[in-house]
């Protein structure tokens, strides 16, 4: 049987197109990923709307992470939503959960006592990491969920783009860098 020239066009266009969707997944899962941001948490590292971020996925599950590289996660309290946030504490560090939340300069003396259970330190379990925003007061994270599996990380950011106008944005490329590192 020989098949019309049209069927094996369109035969031939849909294998590229599944291969190359195909690819463009691994890519995606185990190589890169440029993926947009909001959110207030991580100002002034990045933008609390239009920003998009490169992340490098060698850096998948925690693996070569130092305290100080910003992390793009899935949400411990919601694995269909990602988190970008920056590593402030590594497996057996301690910790001070939230310095801010007994503070008298920011705090009443009432307010001091309530809550003072956060006003404690935690050893960081193996396999776990200790985030935060860069904005702190503005941030949900180790200190509202606690301690971060290393498997929710899906890659390090590395750089981003601010698309606030439009294509125009990715002229705007900006290195997110390692603020905790000495130079």
Known sequence: MILPESFKFITSTLSWTLRAGCLAH????????????????????LQNQYDYVHALKKYKFGRNLTIGDCIVAMKPSDPNHRICKRITGMP????????????NLTNTEKQSIINDGYNKFIKIPEGHVWCTGDNLCHSLDSRSYGVLPMGLITGKIIAANSMNIG?????????????????
């Open 92 to 103: 057996g560090d301690i910790i001070l959960v939230d310095p801010s939340s007994s503070s």
């Open 26 to 45: 691994l890519i995606h899962e185990n190589v890169y990923e440029f993926t947009e941001t909001r959110g207030e948490s991580m100002l002034p590292t």
């Open 167 to 183: 294509i125009k944005g990715l002229c705007d490329f900006r290195w997110i860098n390692n603020t905790f590192v000495d130079e």
